[in-house]
């Protein structure tokens, strides 16, 4: 009886979770638009026009593409994890829950990129997303480990899954160290993304 209950239990806590998951992407919506130019902050004398506001603050609008890239990609992500499962219990909430912080982190880390130096900000852009990879790595290892998977889920989709999981985190730490060097090869590494998945994928 307890354990039906605990059954229970477990897919209701899922569906909150998912809920609770879609609030907080709203959120970061809310803010990136926060981000865009406020008119008080336009150096135009007489009327401000909208289009001279944007261009004056180009690199604001920067930085809400960058982080609307960052939200639509994390959401799609998260809800593909939470799909493929079956329920969950208060250790795989907290993994969830901070991964959701460390995205949060990064969109902190991406608003003030311009007003800070730009090793530092790579770096911190690197970091953020090494942790939010390693706690979507952790949620899904800790998931598969206590039955929290839903059984209908086929062999590919669980390899394409442990994929998306791990190679990040994989992938972010490589570029940490090259945020402090060259601009131009931190970008580039994100690249090696695509040889990691292809290894994971013939070693699975």
């Not at 942790?131 to 086929?154: D, E, F, M």
């Amino acid at each position: 009886m307890s354990s039906n209950a605990e059954f229970s239990s477990g897919k209701i806590s899922l569906k909150r979770l998912m809920s609770m998951t879609d609030v907080v992407y709203a959120l970061g919506m809310v803010l990136i638009i926060h981000w865009l130019p406020a008119p008080s902050e336009s150096k135009a004398t007489g009327g401000v026009w909208l289009l001279d506001l944007f261009l004056e603050h180009s690199e604001n609008l920067v930085g809400v593409l960058i982080g609307l890239v960052f939200i639509v990609l994390y959401w799609i992500r998260s809800n593909h994890l939470l799909n493929h499962l079956d329920r969950t219990n208060g250790i795989h909430i907290t993994f969830s829950i901070v991964q959701i912080f460390f995205i949060l982190m990064l969109l902190y880390v991406v608003r003030v990129s311009v007003e800070i130096e730009p090793a530092s900000a790579r770096a911190g852009e690197s970091l953020t997303l090494l942790l939010t990879g390693l706690c979507a790595s952790a949620g899904w290892r800790y998931a598969c480990k206590h039955g929290l998977v839903n059984p209908s889920i086929t062999p590919e989709q669980m390899k394409k899954t442990y994929i998306e999981a791990h190679a990040e985190p994989v992938v972010a730490l490589i570029t940490l160290p090259l945020a402090f060097f060259d601009a131009l090869a931190w970008n580039l590494a994100w690249l090696v993304y695509i040889p990691i998945a292809g290894f994971m994928r013939s070693r699975l």
